[in-house]
Structure formats: C-alpha cells, structure tokens
C-alpha cells in the first residue's frame, strides 16, 4: 500500500501532463481549422473571379456569334429558310417519336 501511495503524486502529475498536452493539441487544432477556412475562402473567391472572367469572355463570344448569324440571316434569308426547315425536320424526326 506505501508504494500505491507513492505513485498516486506521479500519477496526478502524469495525468495533469496529459491534459495540457491534450488541451495544446486542441488549441492548436482548432487554429489550424481557421487557417484552412481562410484559405478555403480565398481560393473560392479565386474560382469566383476566374467564373465571373470566363462569363464574360463567353458572353462576349456570343454576342459576336448572334452578330454574324443576324449579317448571314441578312445576306442569304433563302439559304436560312433552308437551313432552319431542315433542322426542324430533323429534330422533329428525333423527338417526334413516341
């Protein structure tokens, strides 16, 4: 029983030892956890702007297509005529089915 006694302020020492070291591990944990949702964050602002960068660039790429449609429809409105026929022909051939 004296040794019992003996290792039991050891032990209370090992113990509190134990909880620091946990309580250290946790706040460091969860500042780690911060630094990864700033980072996250910034690189989803990075995606946004790059998103927002290529929206325009295809906006600005279809804005230049409907422009050259509208100068063909104008110089050729027969072979247009033709052209959309056909393509109603054949997507009613492909949807029209039951």
């Given at each position: ?47 946004k702007?790059?998103?927002?960068d ?45």
């Open positions: 029983m004296a040794t019992a006694k003996k290792d039991e302020p050891d032990r209370t020492a090992e113990l509190e030892a134990s909880r620091e070291a946990v309580m250290a591990a946790l706040d460091k944990l969860l500042e780690a956890k911060e630094h990864f949702k700033k980072a996250a964050e910034a690189a989803g602002l990075d995606l702007h790059e998103a927002v290529q929206l325009d660039k295809g906006k600005e790429k279809a804005k230049i297509l409907g422009e050259q449609a509208s100068e063909y429809v104008h110089a050729k409105p027969l072979e247009t005529l033709g052209i959309a026929f056909l393509a109603g022909l054949v997507f009613a051939q492909i949807f029209g089915r039951k």
